[in-house]
C-alpha cells in the first residue's frame, strides 16, 4: 500500500490560550490548518470565534505551547495572512475612496510612498470588476451600503494576493446576491490552494461551501470534516458548554 503523506499545516495551534484581563477567552486549543484548505469557525455567541482569528493575526497576545515552543506557529516561507475584520469594525467615516481603499492591499509590496503604476491601477480596476463595482472607484466609503463596503473589502483582499485569508463573519446581514457572489471569490481562493479560515453562524453554509469546520464553545468542540463536526450531538455540546461557561472564572495555567 502506498502511504498518502499528510498535508503540510499552514497554521499550526498548541495549547493556545488567550484571555482578557485574565479572563480565559480560549481554552488548550490544539491542531493544524493545512495548507489549502477551507476552514469554518463555528461555535455559539462568546465561544471565542472572533477571538481566534484576532490571534492568528497577531492582534491578541497568546499562551500556551508545550515544551518551550510556541502556543501558535504560522509556517514561515513567505506566507502572508489577509485578515478581513467584522463589518462593525470598520471605520466608514475615514475620508477615503473606493479606489484608494483598495489599493490600500498592495501596502506590503509597494510601500506608503510607492509610486502608482499603470499596471497597479490596472490591478486595482481587475479587483473592482471581480466584486462588481465597476464605476465606484471614487465614491467614498461612508455612502456605501454594507454589501457594497464588503464587496470593496474583498476586492482590498483580492490585492494582497495573500496565502492564508482570514474572514471574520463576512457574509452577516448581506443579501442572498452578494453573499453568493462573494462566496464564489472564496471558492476561488480554495482552488487556488490558498488557506482560507471563516467565522461563520450559518450552518448550511459551512455544510454547502467548507470541507472542514471548527467548531467553538471557548474550548475545542470538534475540528475536522464539516459532516462530522456539525453534528446534533457536537452542536448541543458547544451550546451546553457555553451556557454552562463563568465569566469570573480565574485564568487557568495554560500547562493544564
Same mark, same amino acid.
Given at each position: 500500500?502506498? +502511504?498518502?503523506? %499528510?498535508?503540510?499545516?499552514?497554521?499550526?495551534?498548541?495549547?493556545? *490560550?488567550?484571555?482578557?484581563? +485574565?479572563?480565559?477567552?480560549?481554552?488548550? =486549543?490544539?491542531?493544524?490548518?493545512?495548507?489549502?484548505?477551507?476552514?469554518?469557525?463555528?461555535?455559539?455567541?462568546?465561544?471565542?470565534?472572533?477571538?481566534?482569528?484576532?490571534?492568528?493575526?497577531?492582534?491578541?497576545?497568546?499562551?500556551?505551547?508545550?515544551?518551550?515552543?510556541?502556543?501558535?506557529? &504560522? +509556517?514561515?516561507?513567505?506566507?502572508?495572512?489577509?485578515?478581513?475584520?467584522?463589518?462593525?469594525?470598520?471605520?466608514?467615516?475615514?475620508?477615503?475612496?473606493?479606489?484608494?481603499?483598495?489599493?490600500?492591499?498592495?501596502? @506590503?509590496?509597494?510601500?506608503?510612498?510607492?509610486?502608482?503604476?499603470? #499596471?497597479? /491601477?490596472?490591478?486595482? $480596476?481587475?479587483?473592482?470588476?471581480?466584486?462588481?463595482?465597476?464605476?465606484?472607484?471614487?465614491?467614498?466609503?461612508?455612502?456605501?451600503?454594507?454589501? /457594497?463596503? /464588503?464587496?470593496?473589502?474583498?476586492?482590498?483582499?483580492?490585492? $494582497?494576493?495573500?496565502? =492564508?485569508?482570514?474572514?471574520?463573519?463576512?457574509?452577516?446581514?448581506?443579501? @442572498?446576491?452578494?453573499? #453568493?457572489?462573494?462566496? %464564489?471569490?472564496?471558492?476561488?481562493?480554495? $482552488?487556488? /490552494?490558498?488557506?482560507?479560515?471563516? &467565522?461563520?453562524?450559518?450552518? %448550511? +453554509?459551512?455544510?454547502?461551501?467548507?470541507?472542514?469546520?471548527?467548531?467553538?464553545?471557548?474550548?475545542? &468542540?470538534?475540528?475536522?470534516?464539516?459532516?462530522?463536526?456539525? *453534528?446534533?450531538?457536537?452542536? $448541543?455540546?458547544?451550546?451546553?458548554?457555553?451556557?454552562?461557561?463563568?465569566?469570573? %472564572?480565574?485564568?487557568?495555567? &495554560?500547562?493544564?
Amino acid at each position: 500500500m502506498t +502511504q498518502v503523506d %499528510a498535508p503540510l499545516a499552514a497554521i499550526t495551534l498548541d495549547n493556545l *490560550t488567550v484571555s482578557y484581563r +485574565q479572563h480565559p477567552a480560549l481554552h488548550h =486549543i490544539s491542531g493544524q490548518f493545512a495548507r489549502g484548505s477551507l476552514t469554518a469557525v463555528m461555535g455559539p455567541n462568546g465561544s471565542g470565534k472572533s477571538t481566534l482569528l484576532k490571534s492568528l493575526v497577531g492582534l491578541l497576545p497568546t499562551q500556551g505551547g508545550r515544551n518551550g515552543g510556541h502556543a501558535l506557529t &504560522v +509556517q514561515a516561507d513567505g506566507q502572508r495572512i489577509a485578515y478581513l475584520p467584522q463589518v462593525s469594525d470598520i471605520d466608514r467615516s475615514f475620508p477615503i475612496d473606493v479606489q484608494d481603499c483598495v489599493l490600500l492591499g498592495s501596502w @506590503s509590496s509597494v510601500g506608503a510612498f510607492g509610486r502608482t503604476s499603470s #499596471a497597479l /491601477q490596472a490591478r486595482v $480596476q481587475a479587483a473592482l470588476d471581480a466584486v462588481g463595482l465597476q464605476g465606484f472607484e471614487r465614491r467614498s466609503l461612508g455612502t456605501l451600503s454594507s454589501g /457594497q463596503l /464588503q464587496r470593496v473589502m474583498f476586492a482590498r483582499l483580492l490585492m $494582497q494576493d495573500a496565502h =492564508i485569508i482570514l474572514l471574520d463573519e463576512p457574509f452577516n446581514a448581506l443579501d @442572498s446576491k452578494t453573499t #453568493a457572489s462573494l462566496l %464564489a471569490l472564496v471558492q476561488l481562493w480554495h $482552488q487556488q /490552494q490558498r488557506t482560507v479560515i471563516t &467565522v461563520l453562524h450559518d450552518e %448550511a +453554509q459551512a455544510h454547502q461551501y467548507f470541507p472542514q469546520t471548527l467548531l467553538l464553545a471557548r474550548e475545542l &468542540v470538534a475540528w475536522g470534516r464539516t459532516a462530522e463536526v456539525l *453534528t446534533p450531538a457536537h452542536l $448541543q455540546q458547544a451550546r451546553t458548554m457555553a451556557e454552562a461557561w463563568d465569566e469570573s %472564572a480565574e485564568l487557568c495555567r &495554560v500547562d493544564a
